[in-house]
């Protein structure tokens, strides 16, 4: 046979000493492992060094999944036994690293994203649906995840110069340490920077709403036009989901990348890890509020009210923080909470904003 296979490496697909010594720890040294590249209906698609498998999950699995966070998800390693060259049956997985997960507003369970990644870059687009309240969103997903968050404002060939200035003077204000990328895929800006972060071994995830390009960034990382991407006649149909499934893409340069279907929903999983990070100032200022639990909406001595009175904090900023710990915290109540919840919460809103007209000049 001509064919010559690309010998690869279990290193090569992410696997580390991390897995390595878990799959010890746990005694599945005799089975197979596999990491998972695409998520079906009911189905995973794996690779591991030889070969990619159509996977099931058997009834019985090693670990017990019970949480929909429990069951397989793009990017984990997988525990598994091998049918014949195109099949495979997955047993469970190995423990993560770490976790790229939302919440919808209307679910209890958590949605993984994606896991063992190493970066996410969160895409947004310069022109239409232009959002920082939403970026705040995602870093704190990135946080709680334990995942490095990168900004890539894409399409900066629609705006000019000033525009971008200005947008890019915003988002550093915003969040003053973390790392943006100025990219544009018809004009090729920010590929170089975007391939730095981008090592052999490694995983990255792209994130973003629909449109925005998340697709045609890999396809430049790739060289190629191997992911399929909105039609120019369709870019300004906001309900079109190009991308619908997760799916792992191995670079030229032995990075590995995760593309993912547009997100309409960005749920904050979990109240408090990720928020106080992404919300440091925040944090910061509330260690010299007068009282402890103070909720920084209306009490006297509150360090948070007194340094948007002066200026020194950004009102939006705050009142994106007011919004999403609301949220993180509704998301963690029980369903009884919840409608008790959901009568009072028209009332805080009101008194909140109330509480700011005293701030208007
Ligand atoms: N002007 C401009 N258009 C771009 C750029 N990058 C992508 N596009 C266009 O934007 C549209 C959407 O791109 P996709 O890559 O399909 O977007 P996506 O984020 O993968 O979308 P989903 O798969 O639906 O989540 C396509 O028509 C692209 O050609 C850019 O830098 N500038
Ligand atoms: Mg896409
Ligand atoms: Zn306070």
Redesign the pocket.
């Known amino acids: 046979m001509n064919n010559e296979i690309k010998r690869i490496k279990f290193e090569d697909l992410g696997y580390d000493d991390f897995f390595e010594l878990k799959r010890r720890s746990l005694g599945l040294t005799e089975y197979s492992i596999a990491r998972i590249i695409t998520e079906y209906k009911e189905m995973y698609r794996v690779r591991d060094v030889n070969n990619e498998y159509l996977a099931k999950i058997t009834g019985k699995q090693i670990f017990n999944a019970t949480r929909r966070e429990d069951y397989p998800a793009v990017g984990d390693w997988a525990v598994i036994t091998i049918v014949d060259k195109e099949n495979a049956i997955i047993h469970g997985v190995l423990p993560r690293k770490t976790m790229l997960s939302k919440k919808y507003s209307n679910k209890q369970d958590i949605q993984v994203i994606a896991t063992n990644i190493d970066i996410a870059f969160i ?1 947004e ?1 310069v ?1 239409r649906d232009y959002n920082l309240n939403r970026f705040e969103r995602y870093l704190i997903l990135a946080n709680e995840g334990k995942i490095k968050p990168v900004i890539v404002l ?5 705006i000019s110069e000033e525009e971008l200035n200005f947008k890019i003077k915003q988002i550093k204000e915003r969040f003053d340490n973390i790392d943006v990328i100025q ?5 090729e ?1 920010g590929l170089n920077e975007l391939t730095n972060y981008i090592e052999k071994g490694k995983t990255y995830c ?1 994130i ?10 890999i ?1 430049k990382l790739l060289g190629k036009n191997e ?6 006649s ?2 300004t149909n906001k309900g ?5 499934t997760r799916e792992m893409y191995f670079l030229e340069n032995g990075g590995i990348v995760i ?4 997100t309409r929903e960005v749920g904050i999983a979990n109240a408090n890890s990720g928020l106080d990070n992404i919300f440091d100032e925040i944090t910061a200022l509330s260690k010299n509020c007068k009282y402890s639990d103070c909720t920084h909406t209306h009490e006297l001595g509150c360090a948070v009210l007194e340094a948007i009175k002066a200026q020194n904090l950004d009102k939006d900023k705050y009142l994106n923080y007011l919004k999403l710990k609301k949220e993180a915290e509704y998301y963690e109540m029980n369903d009884v909470e919840k409608r008790g919840k959901d009568r009072k919460f028209g009332k805080f809103k009101k008194k909140v904003l109330d509480q700011f007209k005293k701030f208007e000049p």
């Open positions: 895409v687009s022109n894409n399409k900066i060939d629609l990219a544009s895929t018809i004009k800006n792209f973003g709403s629909s449109g925005v390009g998340k697709s045609s960034l396809n992911i399929k991407t909105q039609e120019i369709n870019s079109k989901h190009t991308t619908t593309d993912n279907p547009g």
